[in-house]
């Protein structure tokens, strides 16, 4: 049980261009969300998935991409890089939507650079 | 939506001191407060939650106090030891809100032997 596995963990950007951070739980969570953490400004919800097929933007979309075609996967696009994009990503999941007080998880972050 | 303030932003006490911080919250509907710990160059990870539905939950030298009626609620940490510095996170969970966090801005303690 690997819990929320994200990838890369480091990744260096020139403006303009597009990746895609990977995400993935195997705990069959049907809650998944991306978040960015920026000095002295928390973790803020870029998108957010309720089950596969479904997904929803959250408090900062703008530049961001995601898609739900599998209850493990949530991959996170960014499709025209910007410096602004530069901070640390983390993936989460959670038992279940309906739920409030449902743990949430972390993966272990991905630290991404725009130059 | 909810609005989640976090106060103070940095922390210093010395060991073994107590350390408290404070978040209020704007929607009265919240009902889960969970507090995230995240040291340096890792994830958040869960150290302690409360519901609407209890006033104060304790786990060792950590504790959690809501108040409802003020929209806020606190994190004391008792005997603190070096390995306590983190950033701390709280946050605030509404009923109709398909599981999201809004998160405090977060505090930075440090503990100094």
């Known amino acids: 049980n690997a819990g929320v596995t994200q990838t890369p963990k480091f990744q260096v950007l020139k403006t303009g261009q597009s990746m895609t951070l990977q995400c993935a739980q195997d705990m069959n969570h049907e809650y998944m969300s991306w978040y960015r953490q920026d000095p002295g400004m928390g973790l803020r919800l870029i998108h957010y998935s309720v089950g596969a097929g479904i997904t929803d933007q959250g408090e900062v979309p703008n530049g961001y991409n995601v898609s739900r075609s599998t209850t493990e996967d949530f991959p996170l696009r960014l499709l025209s890089a910007a410096p602004s994009q530069t901070s640390v990503y983390f993936c989460?999941?959670?038992?279940?939507?309906?739920?409030?007080?449902?743990?949430?998880?972390f993966g272990e972050g991905s630290w991404l650079t725009v130059v | 939506g909810e609005n989640v303030e976090q106060h103070p932003s940095t922390l210093s006490v010395q060991e073994g001191d107590s350390a408290v911080i404070k978040c209020t919250y704007s929607?009265?509907?919240?009902?889960?407060f969970p507090w995230y710990k995240q040291e340096l160059g890792k994830r958040p990870q869960l150290i302690i939650d409360i519901r609407s539905n209890v006033g104060e939950k304790k786990d060792q030298r950590i504790a959690v106090t809501l108040n409802k009626t003020a929209k806020h609620f606190s994190l004391h940490i008792t005997e603190t030891q070096p390995e306590d510095s983190a950033v701390y996170f709280c946050?605030?969970?509404?009923?109709?809100?398909?599981?999201?966090?809004?998160f405090g801005a977060g505090t930075q303690v440090v503990v100094t032997p």
């Open positions: 929607d009265s509907a919240s009902n889960y």
């Open positions: 989460a999941s959670s038992y279940s939507r309906t739920g409030v007080g449902n743990t949430i998880y």
């Open positions: 946050a605030a969970q509404a009923p109709d809100s398909w599981g999201k966090l809004q």
